[in-house]
Nanobody, 120 residues
Framework: QVQLVESGGGLVRPGESLRLSCAAS????????LGWFRQAPGKEREFVAG????????TYTDSVKGRFTISRDNDKNTVSLQMNGLKLEDTAVYYC?????????????WGRGTQVTVSS
């Protein structure tokens, strides 16, 4: 079973950038699909980005395409989310997730989240 810990959240202004990281332990990291999700106040959790175990496939929700980039380092057991051009509506708690299936809709393992606040 893999454990996930997110970091890198913070307070930024619109248009600025932020890089989230997620460190994994306790599992065979390179076997997992990895994803980032977010949950804004009063809203349901939504998928943001995902990356397959072998780097071959990435997927993004439409609202972040061209602004966010997901990447992974199988040697360091980390997955990152580079967020550029942040908007007010990107404010949310961001969660890292892992699953042994290939880019599933639902992920089995979750971190506790890191807060991202975009405010002018």
């Amino acid at each position: 079973q893999v454990q996930l810990v997110e970091s890198g959240g913070g307070l930024v202004r619109p248009g600025e950038s932020l890089r989230l990281s997620c460190a994994a332990s306790g599992g065979r990291f390179r076997s997992y699909s990895l994803g980032w999700f977010r949950q804004a106040p009063g809203k349901e959790r939504e998928f943001v980005a995902g990356i397959s175990w072998n780097y071959d496939a990435t997927t993004y929700t439409d609202s972040v395409k061209g602004r966010f980039t997901i990447s992974r380092d199988n040697d360091k057991n980390t997955v990152s989310l580079q967020m550029n051009g942040l908007k007010l509506e990107d404010t949310a708690v961001y969660y890292c997730a892992a699953d042994l299936r290939l880019l599933p809709e639902e992920y089995e393992f979750w971190g506790r989240g890191t807060q991202v606040t975009v405010s002018s």
